[in-house]
């Protein structure tokens, strides 16, 4: 089994930053991709960023510019910088992967970490 672990969300004025992170773990044979997905209220969950096992990067237009995607293979973890944070950012971030286990290669998702940002 795979479990993806969010951390690093929480309140942050507009301008501000945070740093979110996912780490993999579990009986993984290898990592394809990763990336980060956020649903606001109301709305559809909606790719924000996503990295590939050769660093091929894709980014909403959103943000790009103000956040940055990265990875550490050997930790199996994937990070996102966000910065010159705006309230249109506020959401639940999910932690996505393309992962081979034993057998299959199948998508796996986190729990979600909440980013608001309010004054």
């Known amino acids: 089994q795979v479990q993806l672990v969010e951390s690093g969300g929480g309140l942050v004025q507009p301008g501000g930053s945070l740093r979110l992170s996912c780490a993999a773990s579990?009986?993984?044979?290898?990592?394809?991709?990763m990336g980060w997905y956020r649903q606001a209220p109301g709305k559809e969950r909606e790719l924000v960023a996503r990295?590939?096992?050769?660093?091929?990067?894709n980014y909403a237009d959103s943000v790009k510019g103000r956040f940055t995607i990265s990875r550490d293979n050997a930790k199996n973890t994937v990070y996102l910088q966000m910065n010159s944070l705006k309230p249109e950012d506020t959401a639940v971030y999910y932690c996505?992967?393309?992962?081979?286990?034993?057998?299959?290669?199948?998508?796996?998702w986190g729990r979600g970490t909440q980013v608001s940002v309010s004054s």
């Open positions: 990295i590939t096992g050769v660093n091929t990067i």
């Open positions: 996505n992967g393309n992962i081979q286990v034993p057998g299959r290669i199948g998508t796996y």
């Open positions: 579990g009986s993984i044979f290898s990592i394809t991709a």
